[in-house]
């Protein structure tokens, strides 16, 4: 059963179509980074950027380094789009999208992340064997089908996705509308629509569409009787998902993934007419099939388990931001702060307050305010600044947080001498303050 789930060829259609809107879409990402300004606003602006932890050696080029940069990336988008050397083009560009989201995080996006993974899995695909200019180049490339593990792998990703984007808005303020009150209160002022996303129906309309779309959005598409309905329904969430939060390509990327639930015929009709069907389905075991078994199993093993190290992280991760990351958790939450860090020359004992503003942009101070990973960056930043300057210093911070618009509670230990300490991924940082009890208590954030 799972040789012929896997490894029975099937017509390749939705994998070409997908790729061609796949490069479509990058490129469009990758160009209008630059047109809206978030090239210049994120990486070369700063002067001081937040990279992933670990990750400081990924610095933003100077100058006009990074247009250029993403100049290349859309460039890339297109070949890929074309079909043009490939392979070559897509790994390139993963490498370039990837080091770009590791180098700054004062914008991160779990859309960015989604990215990263499908540019990642696209890589290991046949996609230029049909519609491309590789195959026209070289006709030994040309075929019109692939193995169904293809399809799988897409589907599969998805699922995962989906299905712990539902999973965690099973939480109180997800439930009791709470936060979508207070997402939908920044677009108060869109025209036409403003006013209609303040109705209390509507926010209980999106916290039920929420969840049920997430759960059920991938069955429904796979069940032949429901598949035209959910993906109906599929066009007017993310074209809601698009105008009302505008967050990129994304609602589009996951209109484009509907293509590997429709049978082939049907995608034919639509992107290719002159395509001759593939109808054999014979079933090939392919020498490689170990080393696929093996890759697949680490892969989705890491996709599976990665969410969820917050439950193995004491305290709560709405308040600590512990594992909150890659973990799918999509607008559940607002965080608001402020802060004060003192630093103590450790020679003199001389204290000085400092304020982040000289050395960050407003965004990366809205973030610094609040974030406790940006708050220990920050921190390392300070003690080299200092050192530069022939200074040994200690650096406290004194923070107090506001989780979903409830009143601001002390977060940081300010006893603490943050530049002394060390950063431990997958461990609970103890100079974070506890969480209040109601966030404790229900392991979810609580009403005041």
């Known amino acids: 059963m799972l040789r012929q789930l896997l490894f029975k060829r099937v017509d390749n259609s939705a994998l070409i179509v997908f790729r061609i809107f796949f490069g479509l879409l990058i490129s469009f990402e990758s160009f209008g980074a630059i047109l809206t300004g978030w090239v210049r606003r994120t990486l070369v602006e700063p002067s001081f950027t937040f990279s992933f932890i670990d990750f400081e050696w990924l610095q933003p080029l100077p100058g006009n380094g990074m247009y250029y940069y993403f100049i290349l990336m859309g460039v890339l988008g297109i070949f890929i789009a074309l079909g043009y050397k490939y392979r070559g083009s897509v790994i390139l560009f993963t490498l370039l999208w990837t080091a770009v989201y590791l180098m700054q995080k004062t914008a991160y996006n779990n859309h960015y992340y989604l990215l990263i993974l ?20 070289d006709p030994t490339l040309l075929s019109t089908h692939m193995p169904a593990w293809v399809k799988w792998t897409i589907i599969l990703q998805l699922f995962i996705v989906y299905t712990y984007a539902a999973i965690a808005k099973l939480y109180a303020d997800w439930l009791d509308l709470s936060i979508i009150a207070i997402l939908m209160k920044g677009k108060a002022s869109y025209p036409l629509i403003g006013e209609l996303l303040q109705q209390p129906y509507i926010h209980l309309g999106i916290g039920i569409v929420g969840i049920l779309f997430d759960l059920l959005i991938v069955p429904a598409l796979l069940w032949k009787p429901t598949r035209k309905w959910a993906f109906g329904f599929s066009i ?213």
């Open 118 to 137: 499908i540019s990642f899995l696209m890589c290991f695909l046949p996609a230029e064997r049909y519609s491309s200019l590789d195959s026209k180049r």
């Open 236 to 448: 007017f969430f993310h074209l809601f998902n698009s105008i009302v939060f505008q967050i990129g390509i994304f609602p589009y990327l996951a209109l484009a993934f509907s293509v590997f639930f429709f049978p082939p015929e049907q995608i034919r009709k639509i992107f290719f007419r002159k395509k001759a069907p593939y109808t054999a389905e014979e079933i090939r075991i392919p020498g490689y099939k170990n080393t696929l078994f093996a890759g697949l199993g680490i892969y989705f093993l890491v996709q599976l388990a990665l969410p969820l190290r917050h439950y193995v992280i004491p305290g709560d991760v709405l308040w600590t931001e512990e594992g909150h990351r890659m973990s799918w958790r999509m607008m559940l939450r607002t965080r608001a702060g402020i802060i004060q860090f003192t630093l103590v020359d450790k020679e003199t004992g001389e204290s000085s307050t400092i304020p982040p503003g000289l050395f960050l942009s407003p965004g990366q101070q809205e973030k610094v305010a609040c974030y406790p990973d940006y708050i220990w960056q920050f921190a390392q930043f300070l003690k080299k600044e200092y050192a530069q300057r022939g200074q040994n210093i200690a650096v406290y911070a004194k923070a107090r947080v506001s989780i979903n618009g409830r009143p601001l509670q002390p977060f940081i230990d300010s006893s603490v001498d943050l530049a002394a300490e060390e950063w431990h991924p997958f461990k609970h940082h103890n100079w974070i303050l506890p969480s209040p009890l109601a966030l404790d208590k229900n392991h979810s954030v609580g009403r005041p």
